[in-house]
């Protein structure tokens, strides 16, 4: 465990870093950048400015959607720890919006919310790694996106991905979406809110 960090913090970050590392088989493209996080992990970063916690209204589905990838088919495994990890850390989350999600269609901005748990802004101030969160209502769109850093998404209670403009496809818990540096990607909640956590590796 690093020193100085909390033993909730640790465990989240262990159980993510379990369900990704249990998929490397699958997803060998991606295992570099995870082995560069979770290595730089190793080290506890700055202390956080101690944002207040916070909840968005999204966050009434919360409760469900951790509900389902606690129950994700199959033996009890890396997602169920990660999902009690993820219960026992959340009420330390500030839940926010995305960036002007004011003015996105479809009900988006009151049916979405995102945590940042290391990096800027999150639980553990760092710039060379940033963890985060997102919840998306059922039947809501999050939007088309893309940025310089490479990315993994952990899905932890399923829904649909999309990369580089091709059609959604269903990803189920524990699955991961690996995108290089700048793939456009969205994701959809179907009947059922969506639930990932997300990793990028920031420097270069
Ligand atoms: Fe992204």
Redesign the pocket.
Known sequence: MAAGRTAELQRFIDGTEAAIMARAPDYPDAMAMAARIFSALKTKGGDAPGNPPARQEACRHLEQALGKAHDSPGPPGPIAELADAFAALEPEFTWHRRLQSAQEPGGFHDNHANAIIVGKGGLEDRGDALIGVSLVAPDIQYPR?R?PPE?I?LVLSPGQWMQNDNPMAAKQSGDLVH?PPNTW?AMRASEEPLLAV?CLWLEN
Do not use: I, P, S, V
């Open positions: 996106h940025h990315e998404y995108n990607h997300w």
